[in-house]
């Protein structure tokens, strides 16, 4: 079974900067590819950045130039960097981790329990 976690969230003022991680533990094979998703309230997940398991990386209109996402420097984690953020942003932010648990390589998909950001002065 593979575990996702996310961490990194909270309040920060308009115009500022959050680091997000997610860490994929547990019986983790082999990773396809890690996404993040926003809820805003009231609202559906929606995509803002994926990596691939080969380092290719794509992301929502809404947060080009302004979020990126990256393999973190320990093994199965990944990072959101968010910039100029501002109020839009607000949400809980989710990882889905499409990962394979074990030596058949079948694909599973994993999701995080979420983190709040909170964009606000």
């Known amino acids: 079974q593979v575990q996702v976690v996310e961490s990194g969230g909270g309040l920060v003022q308009p115009g500022g900067s959050l680091r997000l991680s997610c860490a994929a533990s547990?019986?983790?094979?082999?990773?396809?590819?890690v996404s993040w998703y926003q809820q805003r309230p009231g609202k559906q997940r929606e995509l803002v950045a994926i990596i691939d398991e080969d380092g290719g990386t794509d992301y929502a209109d809404s947060v080009k130039g302004r979020f990126t996402v990256s393999r973190g420097s320990a093994k199965n984690t990944v990072s959101l960097q968010m910039n100029s953020l501002n109020p839009d942003d607000t949400a809980v932010y989710y990882c889905?981790?499409?990962?394979?648990?074990?030596?058949?390589?079948?694909?599973?998909?994993?999701w995080g329990q979420g983190t709040q950001v909170t964009v606000a002065s």
């Open positions: 889905y981790v499409g990962a394979a648990p074990d030596i058949t390589l079948r694909r599973y998909d994993y």
């Open positions: 547990g019986t983790v094979f082999k990773i396809y590819s």
